[in-house]
């Protein structure tokens, strides 16, 4: 429960103890200790927490703990002085490393190893399992992608374009490549899509430029004739034999 505790009050974990799962109780105050560092202290509520008492009694008993003792509830809490001035902060970042530590500790083979004593074999395994490796190596893919091919286009065109329109031209190249797999029934590349979607995000034409488009399009039109440069040079490379010279050039087209 959010802003619970009034401001100003001790830092403290409230846990109901009636009506709830004592080893679930347990497990929880072991990882406050090892991630939050805030005392435990245990209240009973009774039929007052409806909560508890109605998973209780379908056979899902729960834990309930709270951000403070009971009597030092947010007064404001309910009423029309609710507002987020009247809440302390402190209590819900607590709250919130706890909420952390209990779905990093879900992903452990046991719940009953001691947190915060793992090897760092475990904690690399953990971060493959949970998928947390692999999206910063997709994150980190992604940047360094877009980060070369802002960098080999910069070198090639910088000459004939200025370096602000290369975000345009990168727009253009990743849409095109799309399009182009598109048309000719391939399967999509992930990356083009990727960065024509993620860059597209990202930029923007400049405040002087009245209609985008005539430079997306201009674009367009460069990244096809690289297009067709391109397969005409590899159907070149990978096909011509001296038996018959033209044979290649009859496959591009």
């Known amino acids: 429960m959010k802003g619970y505790a009034?401001?100003?009050?001790?830092?403290?974990?409230?846990?109901?103890?009636?009506f709830t799962n004592k080893n679930l109780n347990s497990f929880?105050?072991?990882?406050?200790?090892?991630?939050?560092?805030?005392?435990?202290?245990?209240?009973?509520?009774?039929?007052?927490?409806?909560e508890n008492f109605s998973w209780n009694v379908t056979v899902y008993p729960s834990s309930f703990p709270f951000e403070t003792?009971?009597?030092?509830?947010?007064?404001?809490?309910?009423?029309?002085?609710?507002?987020i001035d009247t809440i302390d902060f402190n209590h819900m970042a607590d709250f919130t490393?706890?909420?952390?530590?209990?779905?990093v500790e879900l992903t452990q083979d046991s719940a009953t190893k001691a947190p915060a004593h793992r090897s760092y074999g475990e904690a690399l395994l953990n971060c493959f399992r949970g998928g947390a490796?692999?999206?910063v190596l997709n994150i980190t893919l992604f940047v360094a992608g877009v980060s070369i091919q802002?960098?080999?286009?910069?070198?090639a065109v910088t000459p004939v374009m200025?370096?602000?329109?290369?975000?345009m031209l990168m727009v253009g190249f990743g849409s095109s490549a799309v399009a182009l797999f598109v048309q000719e029934g391939a399967i999509e590349s992930p990356v083009s899509f990727v960065s024509s979607i993620g860059i597209l995000c990202v930029t923007e034409p400049g405040p002087t430029e009245s209609d985008p488009m005539t430079t997306l399009q201009r674009r367009y039109s460069i990244t096809f004739l690289?297009?067709?440069?391109?397969?005409?040079?590899?159907?070149?490379w990978l096909l011509f034999a001296s038996a018959a010279p033209g044979a290649w050039l009859h496959f591009s087209l």
């Open 97 to 103: 490393n706890l909420s952390i530590a209990y779905g």
């Open 150 to 155: 802002h960098m080999l286009l910069h070198a």
């Open 28 to 50: 929880l105050e072991m990882i406050i200790g090892a991630y939050v560092g805030l005392p435990v202290n245990y209240s009973v509520c009774k039929y007052g927490c409806s």
């Open 69 to 83: 003792e009971m009597e030092d509830l947010n007064p404001n809490m309910h009423t029309q002085n609710d507002t």
């Open 226 to 236: 690289l297009a067709l440069a391109g397969l005409g040079l590899s159907t070149r």
């Open 6 to 18: 009034a401001p100003g009050t001790t830092p403290v974990v409230n846990s109901i103890s009636d």
């Open 162 to 167: 200025s370096a602000t329109e290369i975000p």
């Open 133 to 135: 490796f692999s999206a």
